[in-house]
């Protein structure tokens, strides 16, 4: 009989935090909406599942394997069948060795503790919908044969996409006997949707909007979170169409969380549940490939953006992106490096992670391989600069 339990807690860091997610110093000056770690566990006669998706760009490994451990100490969940996501809200605060981060981890762990003594009988469900208004690939070729990213909007030098989206929103959704709802995990492949041009208030994001939508959605209260999936080189940003909308009082964030909540609604409706469904979890360590030195012609054209900007020339963020990462590699050449992948199965839905900002083409790559109905990945701790992701190798076996 499977057994169900989610938890909603707060995150959020004190005024005055430090904050991730942009090239300038940032300190958090207000609140516009709380953080929160929202946890699900599922359970059965013989295995148990975690799932914590967390309002923060990144946070490394080293935390979540002490969560982890915490998590197991407190549950006797095993650190493979606990999965710890960010959702890589650019409004949220800087993680590292600091007290904030010291009480987060701790927190993550205190949220996945709650669900698991809130279980009780349960069905589980999974469908998906398509949302495509809202995802573009951020990658660009040029007309001078090269490829850009973030080129700006109207750019008349833009070809065409440099690559795919992924529009699916795939969600699952926990119901007690009753037919209450415990909770509902949403994942979209979308980096983020930014915030007004006062981004020093911590906000959730659009994901954070998403949670509080699809709850008036249902005219009800219940666990929901939305998990970003592969999304490196995908944002909101419709370059070619020239589409900038309004985002001053958070209106597109607040819209996006909007759409992307009705899909889940539609896919909420056609999803099938069952109170039998097996559950599994793998979690394995693979080798990040370094990523090749800069070439000549990448050092020239970083020389090239700082001389701009020494100008006081207003640069793109790609630019100013690619200016960063060439000189980061130069300083501390990439070494390989050591990282995990896991992957979570209820029934016939599978939900596979993995580090760093990687492309949509790997999240597309990794649903076409899965040998599972449906299947959503999510993006989890960021990987230190300089590592390229390899290729996906071999079959998704079924866990």
């Not at 451990?69 to 409004?91: D, R, W």
Request: aromatic fraction near 6%; glycine fraction near 10%; charge should be negative.
């Amino acid at each position: 009989m499977l057994t169900a339990g989610a938890s909603c807690v707060d995150i959020t860091p004190p005024l005055g935090t430090h904050m991730r997610g942009y090239f300038e110093e940032r300190t958090a000056s207000t609140v516009h909406d709380p953080l929160h770690a929202r946890s699900f566990v599922l359970a059965d006669d013989g295995s148990a599942i975690a799932v914590a998706v967390c309002d923060i760009i990144g946070i490394n490994r080293e935390y979540l394997d002490q969560a982890r451990s915490l998590i197991a100490q407190t549950t006797g969940l095993p650190p493979e069948q606990v999965m710890i996501a960010c959702t890589h809200t650019h409004t949220g605060p800087h993680t590292g060795d600091d007290e904030y981060t010291q009480w987060l981890w701790r927190r993550i762990a205190d949220g996945v503790r709650i669900a698991w003594e809130a279980r009780e009988p349960a069905e589980a469900g999974w469908a998906s919908a398509s949302e495509e208004r809202l995802v573009f690939n951020r990658r660009y070729r040029m007309a001078d044969g090269t490829v850009q990213t973030n080129p700006g909007v109207g750019n008349p030098d833009v070809i065409e996409p440099a690559g795919p989206t992924d529009p699916e929103v795939g969600v699952m959704v926990l119901r007690g006997a009753d037919g209450r709802t415990i909770g509902l995990l949403g994942n979209h492949a979308l980096h983020y949707v930014g915030i007004p041009d006062d981004y020093t208030s911590i906000s959730g994001d659009y994901f954070g909007f998403f949670s509080t939508l699809i709850q008036r959605l249902r005219a009800e209260s219940f666990v929901a979170a939305l998990s970003n999936g592969s999304s490196g080189d995908i944002n909101n940003i419709d370059v070619i169409g020239g589409v900038s909308p309004r985002n001053d009082r958070y209106q597109h964030c607040e819209r996006a969380g909007a759409v992307v909540a009705a899909s889940a609604l539609w896919a909420w409706n056609e999803a099938e549940f069952t109170g039998d469904a097996p559950i599994a979890g793998v979690l394995k360590e693979v080798t990040l490939d370094p990523r090749p030195p800069a070439t000549e012609d990448e050092l020239a054209r970083a020389q090239e953006i700082e001389e701009r900007l020494e100008a006081g020339e207003r640069v793109r963020m790609g630019e100013r992106s690619f200016q960063r990462r060439v000189r980061r590699t130069e300083k501390e050449p990439p070494t390989a490096h050591n990282t995990l992948v896991q992957a979570l199965r209820i029934g016939d839905l599978a939900i596979v992670s993995a580090p760093g900002e990687f492309f949509v083409e790997l999240g597309l790559e990794i649903k076409r391989r899965s040998p599972f109905a449906q299947t959503m990945v999510h993006r989890v701790h960021p990987d230190p600069p300089g590592v390229r992701g390899g290729s996906v190798r071999g079959e998704l076996q079924p866990l």
